[in-house]
Structure formats: structure tokens, C-alpha cells
């Protein structure tokens, strides 16, 4: 009975070492085959991405530039969100780049652009919004969007968590250019868009 209870913990102890052996193989190879899809452009530095600090968000608008009742009425809801919001009845231009997280950045409006432009494949529009103001500008723009669909997302300098990951869309969901994002670490600054 003693000889099968030691064969019977040897097998045990055997059995045990070879499940950590797989286990820490495998989870090797998952790592080493993780880290080879990472996309183009990305470095080691990208895993910082993961749990990034948010520092300001974009509310973008999107429509058809190639029709006009639907190209007025996007500029019409534009400049509705700007009366609603805006000091005087207006926002200030926005003089960052598009995608630069800018903490601490007030309120702002950038150009209208009717073809495409950065990752966004059709006409569209972005207003610049802090965290303390995500609630009320979205809310906003979510009640009165009407037939225009609506992009929000997070600015951290993480441009592909921000725009994929993390980004919502209310109305229909449009395609992005992923290769257009540069920007892979927290707090990074996009080069200006072409």
C-alpha cells in the first residue's frame, strides 16, 4: 500500500511539474505570438496604452458631403452645439492638432472638413471637449443628432485605443483609416494630418 501511495505521489509530482512546464510554455508562446500581431507602427512602448490617462475627448459629426440638404443640415446642428455652448455664441478655432490630448485645453471647434480627412473616410466635424464637459456636451449632442451620426471619442495619445477601443458611436458606425493614426503612447502628439 505504501509502494502504490509513493508511486502514486511521484506520478502526482511528475504530473504537476509538466502542467507548469506547458502552462509557462504556453503562455510564452502567447506572448511571443501577441506581440507579433501587434499592428504596424506599434513599439514595446504601446503595452502603456492599455490603462492610459485620458485627457479630453472629441464629438465628431459625420455626413455626406456630396449631398446638400444633409451637408446644411450637419452645419446647422454645428452651429446650434456652438450657440448651446459656447461663450458669446461662439467656440473658439481649435490651433491644436487633431488627436493632440492637450490637458487642460478649453473648448473648441475645428474646420469642417468635407472630404476625407485623417482616419475619417467622409465629411465630418470635431469639437474639442475636457472631461468635465463630456457629459453635457454628449448628452446634448446625442438628443439632438437627428439623422447625423455621432463619434465620440477619448484623447490619450493612444490614437488607435482612442478611435477603436474606446470610441462610441450613436446612429450608424462608419468606417475609420487606421493606417492614418501615429500616435501609439500616452500623451503623444499626432503630426498634423495631410
Known amino acids: 500500500s505504501s509502494g502504490i501511495n509513493a508511486e502514486y505521489g511521484e506520478l502526482l509530482l511528475f504530473s504537476s511539474i509538466m502542467v507548469v512546464v506547458a502552462v509557462a510554455h504556453y503562455s510564452n508562446y502567447d506572448y511571443e505570438h501577441m506581440m507579433s500581431q501587434i499592428p504596424f507602427g506599434y513599439t514595446m512602448d504601446s503595452a502603456s496604452c492599455e490603462n492610459a490617462t485620458i485627457y479630453s475627448y472629441h464629438i465628431h459629426v459625420l455626413f455626406w458631403a456630396s449631398n446638400a440638404n444633409h451637408t446644411a443640415g450637419a452645419i446647422k446642428l454645428r452651429n446650434q452645439f456652438i450657440q448651446q455652448f459656447g461663450k458669446d455664441g461662439d467656440i473658439d478655432n481649435c490651433t491644436i492638432v487633431p488627436g493632440d490630448p492637450a490637458p487642460g485645453h478649453h473648448m473648441c471647434k475645428y474646420p469642417i472638413r468635407l472630404e476625407h480627412f485623417g482616419?475619417?473616410?467622409?465629411a465630418q466635424y470635431a469639437f474639442f471637449v475636457q472631461p468635465q464637459q463630456l457629459q453635457v456636451t454628449s448628452a446634448w449632442m446625442?438628443?439632438?443628432?437627428?439623422?447625423?451620426?455621432?463619434?465620440?471619442?477619448p484623447n490619450s495619445g493612444c490614437e488607435t485605443n482612442d478611435h477603436i477601443s474606446w470610441a462610441v458611436f450613436s446612429g450608424n458606425t462608419w468606417p475609420l483609416d487606421a493606417t492614418k493614426m501615429t500616435c501609439h503612447y500616452p500623451g503623444c502628439v499626432p503630426k498634423p494630418h495631410n
Open 119 to 122: 482616419p475619417f473616410l467622409t
Open 142 to 153: 446625442l438628443q439632438h443628432r437627428g439623422i447625423y451620426d455621432v463619434f465620440i471619442h
